[in-house]
């Protein structure tokens, strides 16, 4: 398939291109579409890894997932509450770190904080810029959550609004089960001028009980670190334990993490990796072009970003980075 071909998905990337920054979490489907299915690596042995509610619990054992949505269950089921409680997770830090959220990849030694709804509020927003100054990823179980405020933009200066806060609704409007771009594709279309309403579900606080709350567990957040492996999520098909990506694939998954923003707005490490990991054993762009069809053939990527991130791929093979 040359890339000439891929210009009939083109309107549907355009439309969600340039809206407000977001991010992607790969391990659920966009409304109305599913994930292609990836090459399968063998299925993983029954792991269990352990976990807490951010806000202070006692540790418990989760095992037996595929997706991040079965997770979210066995997490739901071991604490009593409801899967629907659960806004993210992160990864070896009960704080809202934005750097270690959970996505499609676990690794073997990593200890999972779940980080539920707290305190509901209703903020009135004059959009008195065109840019909001916010990064929207979503937790792919259908809440869409801020990653990132901009600093010296219209949002930042408007404290009650903060990192890890679930949009709930727009001017009343439920975004619950909505994809990131569908919520931001919401907020960039507002009229400048006008003054909107959202409300926001920030995650649970904690109540300084780190200290103890670890101390009854069987690992502590100084005593982990990643092996190199890890346990990966798919939207489809069995998890799967792989290897974790060489330093010259880090490189390259950075390097188009980067393309990602300047072509179509938003920033997400795995859809990057997923991308690099297309590009493995591919000789030339057009091989490359059918393989991302394959792969993610829903984002229809213009063929000038698929060209920057062969490029991208080669100069990290290349040692150029």
Known sequence: MPLRLRGKKKNKSRETSKLVESEVAPAAPACGGGDAAAATPPPAARLHF?????H????GRVEG?????????KIARVFSIPATEIIFCTLNTHKIDMDKLLGGQIGLEDFIYAHVKGQKKEVDVLKSEDSLGLTITDNGTGYAFIKRIKE????????????????ESINGKNVVGCRHYEVAKILKGLEKGQTFKLTLIEPMKAFEMIEPRLKTGTLSEAKI???????RLRFKGPAT????HSDIEEKAIKKVDELLEMYMGIRDMELAATMVEAGRDKNNPDEFAVALDEALGDFAFPDEFVFDVWGAIGDAKQGRF
């Open 50 to 54: 352990h976990t807490q509610l951010a």
């Open 152 to 167: 010296d933009s219209l949002i930042n200066q408007m404290k009650v609004i903060c990192v890890g806060d679930h949009i």
């Open 225 to 231: 670190s990643k092996g190199r492996e890890t346990l």
């Open 56 to 59: 202070g619990s006692q540790t």
């Open 65 to 73: 997932f595929a997706s991040v949505k079965e997770l979210y269950e």
């Open 241 to 244: 334990v792989e290897e974790m």
